[in-house]
């Protein structure tokens, strides 16, 4: 419990805001309040230069961002300092890219405020895959083409994908995989394992959201071999799925900022950027028209 000056007692709070894709003006109301109410802000990597400017100038930004392979900080020990900073009675807003519960360990966050008897709050953000859906042109569903958005991550757990590939690979649904521009080979691996057809669209689609967002379309296996040499190592996200091919159509009849598009050959897939992807397990969202 913090006492301010004129003897009042403070309790801390900590708010777990998504920082939607990257672009300020993608970010919702409510997190540009806290923002800019904020004693401290611990971030991600991910979150961008223009959203962070719009915090006060004399709060305090703590960075805890993680790379592939590279935590600066381990999990245990953002949970540790989120929790000392609420109980010194700081205004704590927790900032995540994309959304704070899908890929971005806003649940364990939770749960150890929770444990530690720490106010917490949660403010949704825009998620990587409606982000680049949106720039690439790609419904994620479509009545005649996909009833259903599975959303799951490419990173590894001991060098497997630790995934459900025989549900994964069932036709006439959308997959949004979070940062697996480096597993693909793993990805299309598994679900040829599974009765996948190979010439589905698919698409890849780099830092989704932002004025820099780039699109390669194809099939599978044309983004297996054509993503090490397009890749520019921005945040990235696959899209696969009949979907995908609509796509192409809606991409060139609508304008986006910073938009590229390029194929590799017949077919559509997409790459995109991914702030709130982290290890994981598959999240499935269905849609009903």
């Excluded at 780099?206 to 297996?224: A, D, H, M, Q, S």
């Amino acid at each position: 419990m913090y006492i301010d000056p004129k003897g009042a007692a403070r309790r801390g709070t900590v708010f777990l805001v998504g920082a939607g894709p990257g672009a300020a003006d993608l970010l919702t109301l409510r997190a540009a309040r806290l923002l800019a109410e904020a004693d401290v802000i611990v971030h991600d990597r991910l979150v961008s230069a223009e959203v962070l400017a719009m915090s006060r100038p004399e709060a305090q930004r703590i960075y805890v961002g993680k790379a592939r392979a590279n935590h600066c900080m381990p999990q245990e020990a953002i949970n540790a300092l989120l929790i000392r900073l609420a109980r010194s009675g700081k205004r704590v807003v927790r900032l995540k890219g994309g959304d704070p519960l899908i890929f971005g360990r806003g649940g364990e966050e939770a749960e150890a405020l929770e444990a530690a008897g720490v106010d917490c709050e949660i403010v949704p953000g825009i998620t990587a895959a409606l982000a680049c859906a949106a720039d690439a042109g790609i419904p994620l569903t479509h009545r005649d083409a996909s009833r259903s958005v599975t959303l799951a991550t490419g990173h590894t757990k001991d060098g497997t994908l630790d995934l459900d590939f025989a549900v994964l690979a069932r036709p006439g649904a959308t997959l949004a995989i979070y940062m697996g521009v480096h597993t693909l080979p793993l990805l299309l691996d598994g679900l040829m394992r599974h009765g996948f057809d190979p010439a589905t669209p698919a698409a890849l689609v780099e830092r989704g959201g932002t004025p820099y967002c780039r699109t390669l379309t194809g099939t599978l296996p044309e983004l297996v071999t054509q993503a090490p040499v397009w890749s520019m190592g921005g945040p990235t996200l696959v899209l696969i799925g009949e979907v995908v091919a609509r796509g192409t159509h809606i991409a060139r009849h609508t304008h986006v900022s910073g938009r590229t598009t390029a194929s590799p050959g017949a077919g559509h897939p997409a790459i995109c950027a991914l702030p709130d992807m982290r290890r994981g397990r598959v999240a499935s969202v269905t849609a009903w028209p």
